[in-house]
């Protein structure tokens, strides 16, 4: 069993794979946390806390017993826990305590739905177990129900808060934390992934210090700057070794994670909705449902927890018809033709692209409206009959007698001042009444929370895909929000706006993907503003970075894997010299570096030189030998480009008969040193042979000697596929 009570000491053991986590009701009343990490046999704690000297003492019959010095599973305010706590509720009369305590718990098989909300899931009930905490505020009636589910096959435990007002007044939930985990120590550093548009989720590794450190999101949406993850990492801990501890928010939008080292060296890590512009008003009967924290322990480094999200988040929070299907390799018009769209050469682009052997053509931006650059149009979404004038029924028929399927872009949660849509609704924007509305990249941004919005925008889109043969969908959000209110909603509502904007996004989303089951929808937000897990449950893959340069791409595609796998990792070879840096890269390394993720291109095909089509043809061959080892197979992160002058990784079938292994030099050095490339994850007693040669290896041979790395030209790179020799 995953979860195991012993009643006698009051102690909740959750058995998640290889790991524990351990809960004990103090004095019968108290949720405390007393274990994380290598699974353990048993679990009989005598010590729940320490005594203090100096601190308040909420129980006037034991003056040894404060909060201020125990490790808690959700930690109010205000009751001798000077820490920031995991929730704060006011109430009617402005007081913002609240004594919740112990009430009752279930255990039952399987893992429940969040209402309204994405999470992880199972396929069948004996996949998983899930704990139940019911804590109760007897004064206002207040209800928090903890949640807690450990898989049995990984060393994940994921976390959830449901609130129930069962009382006569109106409650305001001022900070609603999905998790909060207590370590009795301080010595770890935190890894996080920093950076800004067309620089995304850069590595950041750096020591706690006494106080505060928060990684978090005030956009709404989950930006840039900030991914809604965070890791502790033990002192020694490195890609192979060490004690990591992975907390992934499954959230699209405002986030903050806390970590805060108090004055008697224990760490608090709390994460969910940022508090900052936040409220939620409770009336009596209603309940708030929280976001969900999928937690990893690993004993193997940072390399195994990447493998446990990965393997996780592609086969139980992905879903539909393509979570376990070959994408199809595609074209994207934007670095190709931008604004000067036109139907001839649309169709010689798809001409040349079906040749190469490309499945896919998508249509990006300027198809609609009046849409000739980026100041206009957002909101208008009918064809633009001066650039199609058979439309995209007529466009969609063309290409799908050459034999591509037909994919298109949209950029739904938008509106351009200089649109049809705004000019009649111009009161649909997120807006304050009275203030200067900013403009970014020329568009504001629709008022979804409002139903009538909504529903304008769904009708528009499914006209659209009803009347042509599309089969792929380019969801964008390039702008965050600011002045952000709603002329729907009264005053005391407005702080409610981000997160009615996150659910209404979520049920827009789901009913485009029940309606249409068979489209394959791509995230976007500038490339990677939106990359985060809410987005993955409802579409299996997200354009990773707006940046195409295959150099920079080595820095973005190492960050976002080490939470997210390859398969959800859009990546595109594009032209040179690059559109956003400028660089020249050779053909070759922009193939590899593509292939480490959802293989397309996003070029003009038709200026190849003929030696250029030839390489693309063998590029795409390669892709579908080597796909089903980058979608399931194990990563692992060889080179670290953060710290090394090249990049190298591997992927590893399950069954470990496969490898496919790529490295990329970044600047070459006059007469270098020998170097060697040690691969990892092969079964140490099998024989493997390179692809294409004689050469033959054991297993422990290329992981203990390695391969000889020859000396390598700028940006030169080689790759090759490992098979097990029969």
Same mark, same amino acid.
């Given at each position: 069993?995953?979860?195991?009570?012993?009643?006698?000491?009051?102690?909740?053991?959750?058995?998640?794979?290889?790991?524990?986590?351990?809960?004990?009701?103090?004095?019968?009343?108290?949720?405390?946390?007393?274990?994380?990490?290598?699974?353990?046999?048993?679990?009989?704690?005598?010590?729940?806390?320490?005594?203090? /000297?100096?601190?308040?003492?909420?129980?006037?019959?034991?003056?040894?017993?404060?909060?201020?010095? =125990?490790?808690?599973?959700?930690?109010?305010?205000?009751?001798?826990?000077?820490?920031?706590?995991?929730?704060?509720?006011?109430?009617?009369?402005?007081?913002?305590?609240?004594?919740?305590?112990?009430?009752?718990?279930?255990?039952?098989?399987?893992?429940?739905?969040?209402?309204?909300?994405?999470?992880?899931?199972?396929?069948?009930?004996?996949?998983?177990?899930?704990?139940? %905490?019911?804590?109760?505020?007897?004064?206002?009636?207040?209800?928090?129900?903890?949640?807690?589910?450990?898989?049995?096959?990984?060393?994940?435990?994921?976390?959830?808060?449901?609130?129930?007002?069962?009382?006569?007044?109106?409650?305001?939930?001022?900070?609603?934390?999905?998790?909060?985990?207590?370590?009795?120590?301080?010595?770890?550093?935190? %890894?996080?992934?920093?950076?800004?548009?067309?620089? *995304?989720?850069?590595?950041?590794?750096? /020591?706690?210090?006494?106080?505060?450190?928060?990684?978090?999101?005030?956009?709404?949406?989950?930006?840039? #700057?900030?991914?809604?993850?965070?890791?502790?990492?033990?002192?020694?801990?490195?890609?192979?070794?060490?004690?990591?501890?992975?907390?992934?928010?499954?959230?699209?939008?405002?986030?903050?994670?806390?970590?805060?080292?108090? #004055?008697?060296?224990?760490?608090?890590?709390?994460?969910?909705?940022?508090?900052?512009?936040?409220?939620?008003?409770?009336?009596?009967?209603?309940?708030?449902?929280?976001?969900?924290?999928? $937690?990893?322990?690993?004993? #193997?480094?940072?390399?195994?927890?990447?493998?446990?999200?990965?393997?996780?988040?592609?086969?139980?929070?992905?879903?539909?018809?393509?979570?376990?299907?070959?994408? /199809?390799?595609?074209?994207?018009?934007?670095?190709?033709?931008?604004?000067?769209?036109?139907?001839?050469?649309?169709?010689?682009?798809?001409?040349? &692209?079906?040749?190469? !052997?490309?499945?896919?053509?998508?249509?990006?931006?300027?198809?609609?409206?009046?849409?000739?650059?980026?100041?206009?149009?957002?909101?208008?979404?009918?064809?633009?009959?001066?650039?199609?004038?058979?439309?995209?029924?007529?466009?969609?028929?063309?290409?799908?007698?050459?034999?591509?399927?037909?994919?298109?872009?949209?950029?739904?949660? $938008?509106?351009?001042?200089?649109? *049809? %849509?705004?000019?009649?609704?111009?009161?649909?924007?997120? #807006?304050?009444? !009275?203030?200067? %509305?900013?403009?970014?990249?020329?568009?504001?941004?629709?008022?979804?929370?409002?139903?009538?919005?909504?529903?304008?925008?769904?009708?528009? $889109?499914?006209?659209?895909?009803?009347? &042509?043969?599309?089969?792929?969908?380019?969801?964008?959000?390039?702008?965050?929000?600011?002045?952000?209110?709603?002329?729907?909603?009264?005053?005391?509502?407005?702080?409610?706006?981000?997160?009615?904007?996150?659910? &209404?996004?979520?049920? =827009?989303?789901?009913?485009?993907?029940?309606?249409?089951?068979?489209?394959?929808?791509?995230?976007?937000?500038?490339?990677?503003?939106?990359?985060?897990?809410?987005?993955?449950?409802?579409?299996?893959?997200?354009?990773?970075?707006?940046? @195409?340069?295959?150099?920079?791409?080595?820095?973005?595609?190492?960050?976002?894997?080490?939470?997210?796998?390859?398969?959800? $990792?859009?990546?595109?070879?594009?032209?040179?010299?690059?559109?956003?840096?400028?660089?020249?890269?050779?053909?070759?390394?922009?193939?590899?570096?593509?292939?480490?993720?959802?293989?397309?291109?996003?070029?003009?095909? @038709?200026?190849?030189?003929?030696?250029?089509?030839?390489?693309?043809?063998?590029?795409?061959?390669?892709?579908?030998?080597?796909?089903?080892?980058?979608?399931?197979?194990?990563?692992?992160?060889?080179?670290?480009?953060?710290?090394?002058?090249?990049?190298?990784?591997?992927?590893?079938?399950?069954?470990?008969?496969?490898?496919?292994?790529?490295?990329?030099?970044?600047?070459?050095?006059?007469?270098?040193?020998?170097?060697?490339?040690?691969?990892?994850?092969?079964?140490?007693?099998?024989?493997?042979?390179?692809? !294409? @040669?004689?050469? *033959?290896?054991?297993?422990?041979?290329?992981?203990?000697?390695?391969?000889?790395?020859? /000396?390598?030209?700028?940006?030169?790179?080689? &790759?090759?596929?490992?098979?097990?020799?029969?």
């Amino acid at each position: 069993m995953p979860i195991i009570y012993d009643r006698d000491n009051n102690i909740f053991h959750l058995m998640a794979g290889d790991s524990s986590y351990i809960i004990k009701i103090f004095k019968n009343k108290y949720p405390v946390h007393l274990y994380w990490g290598k699974k353990l046999n048993h679990s009989h704690f005598s010590e729940a806390f320490i005594t203090s /000297p100096f601190g308040p003492n909420p129980d006037p019959n034991d003056k040894s017993f404060t909060f201020d010095r =125990m490790l808690l599973e959700y930690p109010s305010y205000g009751n001798s826990d000077f820490r920031h706590p995991a929730f704060q509720i006011e109430q009617e009369d402005g007081s913002r305590i609240t004594q919740i305590v112990f009430n009752n718990y279930r255990i039952y098989k399987g893992k429940p739905k969040l209402e309204g909300l994405p999470a992880t899931y199972v396929e069948t009930e004996d996949e998983a177990e899930t704990l139940e %905490l019911e804590l109760i505020d007897e004064l206002i009636n207040l209800k928090v129900i903890l949640f807690y589910t450990a898989y049995n096959d990984y060393n994940v435990i994921t976390r959830s808060v449901k609130f129930i007002n069962e009382g006569n007044q109106k409650l305001k939930i001022l900070r609603a934390l999905s998790t909060c985990v207590d370590f009795d120590h301080c010595n770890f550093d935190l %890894l996080h992934l920093w950076g800004s548009w067309a620089r *995304e989720r850069y590595v950041e590794r750096v /020591p706690l210090m006494h106080g505060i450190k928060t990684i978090e999101s005030s956009r709404g949406e989950s930006s840039h #700057q900030h991914n809604p993850f965070i890791a502790l990492l033990s002192k020694d801990a490195t890609e192979k070794n060490g004690e990591v501890y992975g907390f992934s928010l499954v959230y699209s939008g405002n986030f903050a994670a806390n970590v805060e080292v108090d #004055q008697f060296n224990t760490t608090r890590v709390t994460m969910g909705i940022n508090p900052f512009e936040f409220t939620w008003i409770l009336d009596k009967g209603e309940t708030f449902q929280t976001p969900e924290v999928v $937690m990893v322990y690993s004993s #193997q480094g940072i390399g195994e927890m990447s493998r446990t999200y990965h393997r996780l988040y592609r086969k139980r929070l992905v879903r539909g018809v393509y979570r376990d299907k070959r994408r /199809p390799i595609l074209v994207n018009t934007w670095e190709a033709v931008y604004f000067n769209i036109n139907e001839e050469k649309l169709l010689s682009l798809a001409k040349e &692209a079906k040749e190469l !052997g490309i499945e896919l053509f998508v249509l990006d931006d300027g198809w609609f409206g009046r849409r000739d650059d980026d100041t206009s149009s957002l909101g208008d979404w009918y064809v633009d009959r001066r650039k199609l004038p058979s439309g995209l029924e007529g466009l969609g028929n063309k290409l799908k007698e050459m034999g591509l399927k037909f994919g298109l872009w949209f950029e739904p949660e $938008m509106v351009s001042p200089d649109s *049809e %849509l705004y000019r009649k609704h111009p009161d649909w924007c997120i #807006q304050i009444k !009275g203030r200067t %509305l900013s403009q970014c990249r020329n568009q504001y941004v629709l008022d979804i929370t409002r139903k009538e919005v909504r529903d304008e925008i769904l009708r528009m $889109m499914k006209e659209i895909i009803k009347s &042509a043969p599309i089969e792929y969908i380019k969801w964008d959000m390039n702008r965050p929000l600011t002045e952000v209110g709603s002329l729907a909603l009264p005053p005391e509502r407005q702080k409610e706006v981000f997160h009615r904007y996150v659910l &209404a996004l979520y049920e =827009m989303i789901e009913e485009l993907t029940t309606e249409f089951p068979y489209i394959l929808f791509e995230g976007c937000s500038g490339g990677g503003g939106r990359f985060d897990p809410g987005i993955l449950y409802y579409m299996p893959q997200i354009w990773t970075s707006d940046n @195409t340069d295959a150099i920079e791409r080595l820095k973005i595609q190492w960050g976002t894997s080490i939470v997210y796998p390859a398969s959800t $990792m859009g990546a595109h070879v594009s032209a040179v010299p690059n559109h956003q840096v400028g660089r020249i890269t050779p053909l070759k390394t922009r193939g590899y570096e593509a292939m480490s993720g959802v293989f397309g291109y996003e070029m003009d095909l @038709t200026k190849l030189t003929p030696e250029e089509r030839e390489l693309v043809k063998e590029q795409i061959e390669m892709y579908k030998r080597v796909w089903h080892i980058v979608f399931e197979g194990d990563l692992y992160r060889l080179i670290n480009p953060f710290e090394e002058n090249s990049a190298s990784w591997m992927f590893v079938t399950p069954d470990k008969r496969e490898a496919f292994v790529i490295y990329v030099n970044i600047l070459a050095e006059p007469n270098p040193p020998f170097k060697k490339l040690k691969l990892e994850g092969l079964d140490p007693n099998k024989k493997y042979i390179i692809e !294409g @040669t004689d050469k *033959e290896y054991y297993g422990d041979e290329l992981m203990n000697i390695g391969i000889n790395i020859p /000396p390598m030209r700028d940006f030169d790179s080689f &790759a090759f596929i490992l098979k097990e020799k029969s």
